[in-house]
């Protein structure tokens, strides 16, 4: 097991992020929804086949009080889901509690069915472990197809104790060892890396997976978990303490063969509309394509000022940037009409407020949004930041397109 121990502080600071999110609701900056791409789509079918929707949720890290309304909406949202083809299966880690559930209608009520009590000393984010919560759930369910949700703290691409020092305010002068690059979920002091989360998952093929986490719509992270899903429904800037609209969108993943996936980022747009929010859905078939793309782009990439780049964080050394912009900013002729190209087949739907709400950096900020792609990236800041340019080396995106 490749976990990392996180500081007591770090597990402090995200409690802090989490209440201060939820406390920004009341601001209220317009909202710029991008457009479809424009491409024509199938049309899609009533969804007939048997669908299983997983939703794990880890919450013994300051989210616990946010988890417990979303598992609420939840099991308001069940009473329209058809029972006929669909089944809700329900993994929470509260920090008190450990449990697999599964939704049921009892004479009318919507309630939960016990499958498993875990001990509270089980680290949730071990690799193992969270491979085996997956297989019980197809085993208590199985389906033609199967959704996944997850709901925790993400950093993306972002090791997490190389995280850990920026929010400590260090910058990149990291004095220990930089872990494997990228990570998702915690579990009290610990965390997954993205890599380790690909292990767990990789024995299911899952039709969509929705990330209720931030930072997790960065393309190291995307290119990483391609093989996992057909599309993923992510933000790349933190996602409010609230979380997604569970109520407004839950019965639509049951209703449609293409689950209504754009229906859902519009229903979490709308969701956040009056404070802060950016969405995306990916087509993970077409990450490969962006990647050959993006090789071209450094193979010609001449050098960029990052702080004409649009940034996704409020850190004094950003850790991400819109890929789009970045792009734009550093190719030219076909290199980048190629990109562009490649960029809109991967981000079928993306729609984003006008400022996005961070508390990352020494002062919590709205940023403006002046360029939206759908997708954050790391630029290399080698001088600034070499602890960091080392590990973003270490990503198999960027051993892909920058070697």
Not at 196 to 207: D, K, M, N, P, Q
Not at 389 to 394: I, L, P, Q
Request: proline content about 5%; some cysteine.
């Amino acid at each position: 097991m490749n976990m990392v121990k996180k500081s007591t502080l770090f597990t402090l600071l995200f409690v802090a992020l989490s209440f201060a999110i939820v406390a920004c609701e009341n601001e209220k900056p317009h909202e710029t929804p991008n457009p479809d791409n424009g491409k024509e789509q199938p049309v899609p079918g009533p969804l007939t086949e048997s669908h299983t929707l997983m939703i794990i949720m880890q919450g013994n890290n300051g989210l616990a009080e946010f988890l417990d309304s979303n598992l609420q909406r939840i099991i308001t949202a069940y009473y329209d889901v058809p029972t006929d083809i669909g089944r809700i299966l329900l993994f929470y880690d509260r920090g008190n509690y450990t449990r697999l559930t599964e939704l049921y209608l009892d004479d009318g009520m919507a309630k939960q069915r016990l499958i498993e009590e875990y001990p509270t000393s089980t680290s949730t984010v071990d690799k193992d472990f969270l491979r085996g919560v997956v297989e019980r759930m197809k085993e208590e369910a199985p389906a033609d197809s199967y959704g996944l949700i997850m709901s925790s703290h993400g950093g993306g691409w972002v090791p997490a104790d190389l995280y850990d020092v920026y929010l400590l305010g260090e910058g990149s002068r990291a004095s220990e060892p930089v872990a494997e690059p990228l990570f998702y979920g915690q579990d009290d002091a610990d965390c997954m890396e993205i890599p380790e989360l690909v292990e767990a998952l990789g024995s299911t093929r899952f039709r969509y997976i929705i990330f209720d986490a931030c930072m997790m719509a960065n393309i190291e992270c995307l290119y990483d978990i391609r093989n996992l899903a057909d599309y993923v429904v992510a933000s790349p800037t933190e996602i409010l303490g609230a979380g997604f609209p569970y109520e407004d969108f839950l019965p639509m993943l049951f209703e449609r063969t293409d689950h209504k996936l754009k229906e859902v980022c519009e229903a979490y747009m709308e969701y956040y509309r009056d404070s802060s929010g950016t969405i995306a859905l990916i087509d993970c078939s077409k990450i490969d394509a962006l990647a050959d793309a993006m090789k071209a782009v450094y193979n010609e990439a001449k050098a960029v000022d990052v702080g004409m780049i649009q940034p996704y964080d409020n850190f004094t050394y950003h850790l991400y940037f819109d890929l789009g912009d970045y792009v734009e900013s550093v190719a030219s002729g076909a290199t980048l009409e190629n990109f562009n190209k490649a960029l809109s087949d991967v981000v079928v739907y993306s729609g984003n407020t006008d400022t996005f709400f961070t508390v990352t950096g020494t002062d919590d900020a709205y940023i403006p949004i002046e360029h939206y792609s759908g997708l954050s990236c790391y630029i290399l800041q080698e001088t600034d930041c070499p602890e960091t340019a080392k590990a973003w080396r270490a990503t198999a995106w960027a051993q892909r397109v920058a070697q």
